[in-house]
């Protein structure tokens, strides 16, 4: 969601800006803007839909003169993607220029204090209140203006923020979203992720909730709310430019597929030491693992997907009640969660809300937490007890591939691991499964070279109007995340069942019409899975079945087959959902859809 980008150096702003907000593109908006100071004034500029209109306005921002300035790409909350409503806002004095990305809560009061005060309101945005508040506080110092702002605001908000009284000066203030530095050779940028610095700088500057930054080309002093000037360590980023571009492939969805051997080696090698288990993140002493009696993951979307999976490993192997549970649900739902429980705690972007609210919540409660993250520094990761990275390297397509599998290789990883150290996982199995672990990146090689007819099948399919996933055990919580897939890049209808369940109802609108994808990887549950595939086709149904690839059973069975190589029953998921990725794509992509930033869908949900 939003995106934030701040330039000020000896270069024009402008096109820095575009190509920095031009790599945030992935988060999801729909409206775009740029303001940059220029001799005593600020320029702005704005547009709904893509990025490509503020391009083509500005000549790629060549007709935009100044070099500091701030750039914004807006998903919309209050009020629609309009150009009024796109940031940057500017105060009615044109002194200032804000942009903005979270919710500000308290807008509605500050809103009527401002309009009763005589300011102008000129969209519908909770953003605006911000740029009348620095107006009204200001009388010379941008620093103490953006303080007492700051202390009137409730929520959540990362802000970018020019004054033209200021040259070259830009603020940027985080609490509660996204916002990191980026220190260059006589120019500083601000970004709300890595992925719009990387092309100009590695170190960066992790700013913590409630404090703020003045950056000038030569200088980023940060501050504490007080406003105390503090000592801040700089880090280097290890993500790459190259990894953060699509490198000749048509979408960085597949680019992302395809990478995924690639991704679980990078997740999966490090934590494996002369055939043991080693994991860093992990602070349970023995003692107070042995007094885990509940394992609860929580996360949303995919990574609520991920944590589903996890839950069926992580129970058969450490022989602990564990329940995965939405993050938005958990939140609310005033759990049952003490020093007893581990929660787990999965994210992609570590800055989900409804992820990090719950986190929040169960931490209240005295669980201990740890957070399995792909990207350092994020919220989610510095709130938790323990973080194990996914080292994924950044993911850009909306729809996640290789941020779900390298989530399972952890949750693999920990159970395993959990288990062993329980005593509830002997020796040779221990050996056997940290062997499958390490032979994951192999097996997902193996699963894009087997699916070749996956473009081929996604056309015979791609004009259904709505499809059935249904599986077992392991094959049900891979269903979850084939159907999302599918829903989210090309907005066919689909639901993920548990395969048994069917005939309690829903099997009322299976006929000719369906297309049911059957999961039959989970070889104990086989037979049963064949008898819902015949209860499906008896209906007039036809299936595309996924099954292991010495499963010759399945083709007197299925009308089409997807297949997956051999694998630990536990370790399946991950070579399993491979080819159901890619018939997600090539369906998406026969449909014409706009696969890397589908319609009202953001990679990272800062709102609830
Ligand atoms: C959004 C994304 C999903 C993702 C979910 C959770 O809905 O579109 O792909 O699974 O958020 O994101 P997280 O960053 O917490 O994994």
Known sequence: MCGIVGFTGTQQAAPVLLTGLKRLEYRGYDSAGIAVQHEGKILTEKCSGYLENLNRITDNGKNVPGFCGIGHTRWA??????????????????????????????????????????????????????????????????????????????????????????????????????????????????????????????????????????????????????????????SRVMWNTEAAEKGGYEHFMLKEIMEQPRALKATIEPRVKNGEIVLEGFQLSDEELQGINQIVITACGSAYHAGYV????????????????????????????????????????????????????????????????????????????????????????????????????????????????????????????????????????????????????????????????????????????????????????????????????????????QLVVALACHRPLFEKLISNVKEVKARGAQVLAVAQESERRIFAEADQVLLVPECDALLLPIPEIIPLQLFAYYVAKFNGCDIDKPKNLAKSVTVE
């Open 77 to 234: 909350t209050h009020g629609a993607p309009t150009v009024t409503n796109a940031h940057p806002h500017v105060s009615n004095d044109g002194h200032f220029a804000v942009v903005h990305n979270g919710i500000i809560e308290n807008y509605a009061l500050l809103r009527a204090e401002l309009m009763e005060k005589g300011f102008v309101f000129h969209s519908e945005t909770d953003t605006e209140v911000v740029v009348h508040l620095l107006d009204l506080y200001y009388t010379g110092s941008l620093k103490q203006a953006v303080m007492k702002t700051v202390a009137r605001l409730e929520g959540s908000y990362a802000l970018g923020v020019v004054c033209d009284e200021h040259p070259g000066e830009l603020i940027a203030v985080k609490s509660a979203s996204p916002l990191i530095l980026g220190v260059g050779a006589g120019e500083n940028f601000f970004a709300s992720d890595v992925t719009a610095l990387i092309g100009h700088t590695r170190t960066v500057i992790y700013l913590e909730d409630g404090e703020f930054a003045s950056l000038t080309p030569e200088k980023i002093t940060v501050y504490d709310c007080g406003g105390r000037e503090l000592q801040k360590p700089l």
């Open 310 to 513: 996890g839950r069926y490993i992580m129970e058969e192997l450490c022989r602990i009640p564990v329940r995965a549970e939405l993050a938005s649900e958990l939140r609310y739902s005033n759990p049952i969660i003490n020093e007893h429980t581990l929660v787990i705690v999965i994210s992609q972007s570590g800055e989900t809300a409804d992820t990090i609210a719950a986190l929040k919540e169960c931490k209240a409660r005295g669980a201990r937490t740890l957070a399995i993250v792909n990207v350092v520094g994020s919220t989610v990761a510095k709130l938790a007890d323990s973080v194990l990275y996914t080292w994924a390297g950044p993911e850009i397509a909306v729809a996640t591939t290789k941020g779900y599998t390298t989530q399972i290789a952890i949750l693999d990883l920990l159970a395993v691991y959990m288990g062993h150290r329980l005593g509830r996982v002997e020796e040779g199995r221990y050996a056997a499964l940290v062997e499958g672990i390490c032979a994951l990146p192999e097996r997902c090689q193996r699963a894009i070279d087997l699916n070749t007819q996956a473009a081929a099948l996604a056309e015979a399919f791609h004009d259904k109007p709505s499809l059935f996933y249904i599986g077992r055990n392991l094959d049900y919580a891979v269903c979850m995340e084939a159907s999302l897939k599918l829903k989210e890049i090309s907005y066919i209808h689909s639901e993920a069942y548990a395969a048994g369940e069917l005939k309690h109802g829903t099997i009322a609108l299976i006929d000719e019409e």
